[in-house]
């Protein structure tokens, strides 16, 4: 009686991992900024900050797929935060990420590196400059 029940289950479990998200996910773009549309895209793309602002960073993908994202922050070579989010999608999607700092960032040249499954995607230059 107990395998009439699970062999349904088995046979479910693996039509729906079938039709999951095949392989990694494929970078499009990345867009950097100061404020997030609703989509989770960059809504004020920009290269230049002030001390004070929250860096956005939206990672956009075109096809399905499942992986680690993550997003290393860097001002002047050196990583200042770095940030992992496991995604899955079955469309085209962006993913956010942001930095802030209470106290404010320090003026000079920074660096946004996007990596996928631990491999470098795509990076960004950008500027605090002072008030």
Same mark, same amino acid.
Not at 19 to 37: F, M, Y
Not at 48 to 56: A, E, H, I, R, S
């Given at each position: 009686m /107990?395998?009439?029940?699970?062999?349904?289950? !088995?046979?479910?479990?693996?039509?729906?991992?079938?039709? &999951?998200?095949?392989? +990694?996910?494929?970078?499009?773009?990345?867009?950097?900024?100061?404020?997030?549309?609703?989509?989770?895209?960059?809504?004020?793309?920009?290269?230049? @900050?002030k001390?004070?602002?929250?860096?956005?960073?939206?990672?956009?993908?075109?096809? +399905?797929? =499942?992986?680690?994202?993550?997003? /290393?922050? /860097?001002?002047?070579?050196?990583?200042? $935060?770095?940030?992992?989010?496991?995604?899955?999608?079955?469309?085209? #999607?962006?993913?956010? @990420?942001?930095?802030?700092? $209470?106290?404010?960032?320090? #003026?000079? +040249?920074?660096?946004?590196?996007?990596?996928?499954? &631990?491999?470098? =995607?795509?990076? /960004?230059?950008?500027?605090? !400059?002072?008030?």
């Amino acid at each position: 009686m /107990r395998t009439a029940f699970l062999t349904p289950l !088995i046979l479910a479990t693996s039509v729906l991992a079938a039709c &999951g998200p095949g392989g +990694p996910i494929n970078v499009s773009n990345v867009q950097v900024g100061k404020a997030l549309n609703p989509d989770n895209s960059v809504g004020a793309i920009t290269t230049q @900050f002030k001390p004070g602002d929250t860096f956005y960073v939206s990672v956009l993908t075109e096809e +399905p797929g =499942a992986s680690e994202l993550t997003v /290393r922050w /860097r001002l002047n070579g050196q990583v200042v $935060s770095e940030a992992i989010k496991n995604v899955s999608y079955m469309r085209p #999607a962006a993913t956010e @990420f942001h930095l802030q700092n $209470s106290g404010g960032f320090p #003026a000079g +040249p920074y660096q946004v590196d996007v990596l996928v499954d &631990g491999t470098l =995607a795509e990076s /960004r230059n950008f500027r605090v !400059i002072e008030q």
